[in-house]
C-alpha cells in the first residue's frame, strides 16, 4: 500500500473536513421528518446512517490514539471485542447504529459535528513520522494514514447514500471521487461463475472520464475476478462510463444493467459478455 506525502495528508484531512461540514450542513436544512426517511442502506433511516457515521468519528480517533501508543489490540465495543464474537458485521453496525440513535436522540446532529471534528483535530496533529505506524482496523491492520481516506469514504459515501433518497439527482461529491476511486479499486471482488468464462479467461476494459480519466481491466475467470490498471493488449469488451458511475457500481450503489441499458455505460466489443457480466455482478 503506497504511503503519503505530507502535502496529501493535509489534502485529505481538509477534504474529510469539508464531506462532514457538507454533510452537517446539509442535515440542518432538512425537516424533522427527513430524519426518518428511508435511505439506500436498506436497514436504516437518515437518522440510523448518521448514528452510524457518529460511531465511526469516535472509533477512528479510538484507532489512531491507541495507534499512537503501539497498541494494536481490539478496543471495546469495536467489532472485534470479544463480545461480540460471532456477530456478522452488518449485524455489528446495525446494533451500533440503533443504540447511538437511541442514546443521542436529539443531540445526534450535534454530536456527529463534534466528533468528526474532533476527528479532524487527530489527524492534524499527526506527525510525518506517524503516518506509517500501523494501526488496529477491523477488517486488518493498516497503515494510519488510511484512516483519512476511509473518513473521507464513509462520509462520501454515506451522504449519497442519505441524498438520493431526498434529492432526485443526487451525486458523489466530485472532490472526493479520486480517494475513493483508489478505496474502492482495492476491494476484493466476488468471483463469479459466467459461461463467457467456461473455457478461459475473459478481460472487460472500463475506460473512465470525468474525475479520473483512467482505464481498469476487470479479469474474469471461473469463480474468481481481478480488478487492475489496464495492460496493453485488447479487451473482449470494453465498457466506457465516467468515474462516479464506476465508483457506485463497484461501492453497490449503481445496478450496472440498468446503467448500461439506459446508456451511462457505453459498450463496444463483446456485448454479450459485458451483459452476462452485469446480470451476475
Known amino acids: 500500500m503506497v504511503s503519503v506525502s505530507i502535502t496529501d495528508m493535509q489534502t485529505r484531512i481538509a477534504l474529510a473536513r469539508s464531506e462532514a461540514e457538507g454533510l452537517a450542513g446539509y442535515l440542518a436544512g432538512q425537516p424533522a421528518a427527513a ?62 447504529a440503533v443504540e447511538y440513535r437511541k442514546n443521542l436522540g436529539d443531540d445526534l446532529l450535534s454530536t456527529f459535528t463534534r466528533r468528526f471534528a474532533e476527528l479532524g483535530r487527530v489527524l492534524e496533529k499527526l506527525a510525518p513520522a506517524d503516518y506509517e505506524r500501523p494501526c488496529f482496523y477491523h ?67 472500463f475506460e473512465l472520464t470525468g474525475a479520473a480519466t ?18 496493453d493488449g485488447p479487451a473482449a469488451a470494453t465498457l466506457r462510463c465516467d468515474t462516479e458511475t464506476f465508483i457506485m457500481m463497484l461501492y453497490r450503489r449503481l445496478n450496472l444493467a440498468e446503467a448500461m441499458t439506459d446508456g451511462r455505460v457505453e459498450v463496444s466489443g463483446n456485448a454479450e459478455l459485458a451483459q452476462e457480466f452485469a446480470a451476475a455482478f
Open 35 to 96: 430524519w426518518e426517511h428511508s435511505t439506500a442502506c436498506d436497514r436504516w433511516q437518515v437518522a440510523d446512517v448518521v448514528a452510524h457515521l457518529v460511531w465511526i468519528g469516535e472509533f477512528y480517533a479510538v484507532f489512531i490514539a491507541r495507534a499512537l501508543e503501539d497498541d494494536l489490540s481490539p478496543p471495546p465495543e469495536s467489532p472485534k471485542d470479544p463480545k461480540y464474537a460471532g456477530t456478522p458485521p452488518e449485524d455489528f453496525y446495525n446494533l451500533k
Open 139 to 205: 477488517s486488518g491492520n493498516r497503515p494510519v494514514w488510511t484512516l483519512a481516506d476511509l473518513t473521507v469514504q464513509e462520509l462520501a459515501v454515506h451522504a449519497w447514500d442519505i441524498q438520493s433518497h431526498l434529492e432526485p439527482d443526487a451525486h458523489l461529491s466530485a472532490a472526493s471521487q479520486p480517494v475513493l476511486l483508489e478505496r474502492v479499486v482495492q476491494r476484493p471482488q466476488p468471483g463469479l461463475n459466467l459461461a463467457a468464462t467456461a473455457s478461459g479467461p475473459a478481460r472487460l476494459r
Open 214 to 231: 483512467r482505464a481498469y481491466d476487470l479479469t474474469l475467470t471461473a469463480g474468481a475476478t481481478t480488478l487492475e490498471p489496464a495492460e
